[in-house]
């Protein structure tokens, strides 16, 4: 059973840094095609897709926000950080992270997400 | 970036009637499209990839059409669970985008 789910603070001060981790299972991030994508949604607003991570080296950040997002692999703990610098009220939203599949070009399989409120 | 641009944005209809959703892109994504249905305070849930492959486990009453730059999602007679927000979604170049949603409630 492929499962994932998000973990992080509830409640980061603006200009702070924000650290969230996605914690898998039911895949490898090493299988050719597959990937994890953090994706996030201000609330009542649409969907962003932050970033795609693949299990080489081959990442992707959103160019809204490149500079501001790092992220690091533990491809066999199954586990992805996503660091975002520099917080703005404007980042106040729920993040997902989701199993991107090549083959369908789609996010297949979603953790439940966390809502991060950046206010001081 | 390719902008998706979905209509209506509020579609109202009652149980068992027909639902047609629009997704129109920017540029052509060819079939790399993707529909997904989200109720309050879940995260989205796959129903179409490769613009009318369903996902699996997605009822038979949903469908999708389309390539290039227009696309259709049709939920061919509405069930109470389907009363949610539909989003399209791309992956052609990078950023992969969503469209906006459309809102689907119950008249």
């Known amino acids: 059973q492929v499962t994932l789910r998000e973990s992080g603070p509830m409640l980061v001060k603006p200009t702070q840094t924000l650290t969230l981790t996605c914690t898998f299972s039911?895949?490898?991030?090493?299988?050719?095609?597959?990937?994890v994508g953090w994706i996030r949604q201000p609330p009542g607003k649409a969907l962003e897709c932050l970033a795609l991570?693949?299990?080489?080296?081959?990442?992707s950040f959103s160019p809204s926000l490149k500079g501001r997002l790092t992220v690091t692999k533990d491809t066999y703990k199954n586990k992805i950080v996503l660091t975002m610098t520099n917080l703005d009220p404007a980042d106040t939203a729920t993040y997902f992270c989701?199993?991107?599949?090549?083959?369908?070009?789609?996010?297949?399989?979603w953790g439940p997400g966390t809502r991060v409120t950046v206010s001081s | 970036e390719i902008v998706l641009t979905q209509s209506p944005v509020t579609l109202s209809l009652s149980p068992g009637e027909r639902a047609t959703l629009s997704c129109r892109a920017s540029?052509?994504?060819?079939?790399?499209l993707a529909w997904y249905q989200q109720k309050p305070g879940q995260a989205p849930r796959l129903l179409i990839y490769y613009a009318s492959i369903r996902a699996a486990g997605v009822p038979a009453r949903f469908s999708g059409s389309g390539s290039g730059t227009d696309f259709t999602l049709t939920i061919s007679s509405l069930d109470l669970e389907d009363f949610a927000i539909y989003f399209c979604?791309?992956?052609?170049?990078?950023?992969?985008?969503f469209g906006q949603g459309t809102r689907l409630d119950i008249k």
């Open positions: 989701a199993r991107h599949l090549d083959p369908s070009h789609a996010f297949d399989v």
């Open positions: 979604q791309h992956r052609t170049t990078w950023p992969l985008t």
């Open positions: 039911g895949f490898s991030l090493l299988t050719s095609g597959v990937a």
């Open positions: 991570i693949y299990g080489d080296d081959n990442e």
């Open positions: 540029q052509s994504v060819g079939s790399y």
